[in-house]
């Protein structure tokens, strides 16, 4: 009955333009799930973006000196990131969250730039030294408030 009740609501906000939840499948889970639920798959997708932000910020900074195809394989993921979509192809997207998780590696590596920028790699890689000095949803978005609460 409480899941009926929150994907009524998400149908409801939708309706009225509220897009504040996440949108495709994971906006449909997260109207599924309690809020115990749902803090546990925000803090998944906080590492999620995390982990893809990494991953983009390394391959870069290896360079072709350890992957001499490294430019090509940048280039591969950024035209695949941009190519022209047909709208069933959007529909598609939007509905299986590709689109969520192409923006995750988009946060994710913003988010990285910044804190390595600010504080350099060496204190940045706090973050994988306990649970609780991984990144929270808002801090992705502020990477500041991170760098507050855990440097």
């Known amino acids: 009955a409480d899941a009926v009740g929150?994907?009524?609501r998400l149908i409801r906000d939708r309706r009225a333009g509220d897009t504040a939840e996440a949108s495709g499948v994971v906006g449909f889970l997260r109207a599924l799930q309690s809020e115990p639920q749902r803090a546990a798959l925000d803090q998944l997708m906080a590492l999620g973006t995390l982990l893809e932000g990494h991953a983009d910020y390394v391959m870069d900074a290896v360079g072709p000196a350890v992957v001499p195809t490294v430019e090509q394989i940048r280039r591969r993921f950024n035209d695949r990131r941009h190519r022209p979509q047909s709208p069933l192809q959007r529909m598609l997207r939007a509905l299986l969250g590709?689109?969520?998780k192409l923006s995750q590696?988009?946060?994710g590596r913003a988010f990285v730039d910044q804190v390595v920028g600010r504080v350099?790699?060496?204190r940045f890689n706090a973050v994988w030294t306990d649970p609780d000095t991984l990144p929270r949803t808002a801090e992705?978005?502020?990477p500041q408030r991170w760098i507050d609460r855990v440097l």
């Open 140 to 142: 992705i978005e502020n």
């Open 120 to 122: 350099g790699m060496q």
């Open 98 to 100: 590709v689109d969520a």
């Open 6 to 8: 929150r994907l009524s």
């Open 105 to 107: 590696y988009t946060r």
